[in-house]
């Protein structure tokens, strides 16, 4: 008897699996194609990482750009979150980072040296309290 491809034990598995990660991710993300054919990723999430590291004087934010060029980055802060853009030949990079805690954005220093790029805030003062006379 000869084993048809189509009759795979795990096809169905697989199968289904697939529709629940497709599903999953259509809430977050509808431009997922788990079929598609081509090397460019865009976005965030698939081998890029990011990391906040907060002490008591600062936060920092380090993120993997793989592939990117130091001129082909931009980098937005409103204080409270940290917008990253950036773009290779085979990438582009468009990342929102909510940061833990309010940062002076006017205080940002920012470095990129193989790949990793990393940006130091200093905390925002706390407001002071307001007396009444």
Do not use: W
């Not at 699996?17 to 999953?24: A, L, T, V, Y």
């Not at 997922?32 to 081998?47: A, E, Q, R």
């Not at 906040?52 to 001129?71: F, M, N, Q, S, Y």
């Not at 990129?112 to 990393?118: D, R, W």
């Amino acid at each position: 008897m000869r084993r048809d491809d189509r009759d795979e034990p795990f096809d169905d598995l697989f199968r289904e699996i697939e529709r629940m990660m497709n599903e999953m991710m259509s809430g977050a993300d509808g431009n997922v194609d788990f079929h598609s054919s081509s090397d460019v990723d865009n976005g965030f999430g698939m081998d890029t990482h990011v990391d906040i590291h907060e002490t008591d004087e600062e936060i920092r934010v380090i993120a993997d750009l793989p592939g990117v060029e130091k001129d082909n980055i931009d980098l937005e802060c409103d204080g409270k979150t940290l917008t990253i853009s950036a773009s290779s030949d085979h990438r582009e990079y468009d990342e929102r980072v909510s940061l833990p805690q309010r940062v002076n954005e006017h205080t940002a220093a920012a470095t990129y040296n193989n790949g990793v790029l990393e940006v130091v805030f200093d905390l925002a003062e706390q407001s002071s309290g307001i007396s009444l006379e």
